[in-house]
């Protein structure tokens, strides 16, 4: 018997909450609105067990209040998931632009949430020159990926990965956002470095020269209870 994942929990967990929250958004009943708040709490405990172990769902209360004030009236109260970018940014000497993120200490591509009233190619400029120092000019959409699968959020977001080129700047890492930054070949990778197994093929054949199709998650069969 396959043991449930930490990561499959947080899915569940996150799954239940959406559809209790777009229920509460839509419905007039304060019946249903009862109902979808009990399946919030036992949503919040599923969540905490994943996150803490079942010692403190005690204090799950936390993610539901969190739930609760997203909740909208209508169309704005439709749970997706965030959006963020991701920018795949080389340079002259064919390498990748990889930080370590303070927040975790693993290694990655820039990345940040997508700014209202900014488009998504504005958005990597910004937040590249912010975190690194770099210039960046964005070429084309390379992947679209789901950060819960991949592994680096514990929040529901699409992460849009743009395939950039260096354009000017110097290395100069903002403090809050990353510990290190680096140039980095595909043989050269560093440690720990997450979901490379997913997106460093075809970020390096992009660096490469390849025109290959957006790449995104493979389909899960059946799609709701598989976990790869």
């Not at 009990?38 to 739930?67: H, N, P, S």
């Given at each position: 018997?396959?043991p449930?994942?930490e990561?499959?929990?947080?899915r569940?967990?996150?799954?239940?909450?959406g559809?209790?929250?777009?229920?509460?958004?839509?419905?007039?009943?304060?019946?249903?609105?009862e109902?979808?708040?009990?399946?919030?709490?036992i949503?919040?405990?599923?969540?905490t067990?994943?996150?803490?172990?079942?010692d403190?769902?005690?204090?799950?209360?936390?993610?539901?209040?969190?739930?609760?004030?997203?909740?909208?009236?209508?169309?704005?109260?439709?749970?997706?998931?965030?959006?963020?970018v991701?920018?795949?940014?080389?340079?002259d000497?064919?390498e990748?632009?990889?930080?370590?993120?303070?927040?975790?200490g693993?290694?990655?591509?820039?990345t940040?949430?997508?700014?209202?009233?900014?488009?998504?190619?504005?958005?990597v400029?910004?937040?590249?020159?912010?975190?690194?120092?770099i210039?960046?000019?964005?070429?084309?959409?390379?992947?679209?990926?789901?950060?819960?699968?991949?592994?680096?959020?514990?929040?529901?977001?699409?992460?849009?990965?743009?395939?950039?080129?260096?354009?000017?700047?110097?290395?100069?890492?903002?403090?809050?956002?990353?510990t290190?930054?680096?140039?980095?070949?595909?043989?050269?990778?560093?440690?720990?470095?997450?979901?490379?197994?997913?997106?460093?093929?075809?970020?390096f054949?992009?660096?490469?020269?390849?025109?290959?199709?957006?790449?995104?998650?493979?389909?899960?069969?059946?799609?709701?209870?598989?976990?790869?």
């Amino acid at each position: 018997m396959e043991p449930v994942t930490e990561k499959m929990l947080r899915r569940w967990a996150e799954s239940l909450a959406g559809v209790a929250r777009t229920g509460m958004g839509f419905t007039e009943s304060q019946f249903e609105r009862e109902r979808y708040e009990e399946v919030l709490r036992i949503a919040g405990d599923i969540k905490t067990a994943a996150d803490f172990g079942r010692d403190g769902v005690l204090d799950a209360d936390g993610y539901v209040t969190e739930w609760l004030g997203d909740v909208g009236r209508g169309v704005p109260g439709y749970a997706t998931p965030k959006v963020a970018v991701g920018a795949a940014v080389t340079n002259d000497a064919g390498e990748l632009l990889l930080i370590q993120r303070a927040d975790s200490g693993i290694w990655l591509y820039p990345t940040g949430w997508c700014d209202v009233g900014y488009s998504a190619p504005e958005v990597v400029v910004k937040e590249v020159l912010e975190e690194t120092g770099i210039e960046v000019e964005p070429v084309r959409l390379i992947g679209v990926l789901d950060g819960m699968r991949l592994g680096v959020s514990r929040i529901p977001l699409y992460s849009l990965i743009f395939f950039c080129r260096a354009t000017g700047g110097s290395l100069q890492i903002h403090p809050l956002e990353c510990t290190d930054a680096g140039w980095f070949t595909r043989d050269n990778l560093p440690s720990p470095t997450i979901g490379a197994e997913r997106w460093a093929g075809p970020i390096f054949a992009a660096i490469d020269g390849e025109q290959r199709d957006v790449f995104y998650d493979d389909l899960r069969r059946p799609v709701w209870r598989a976990e790869s």
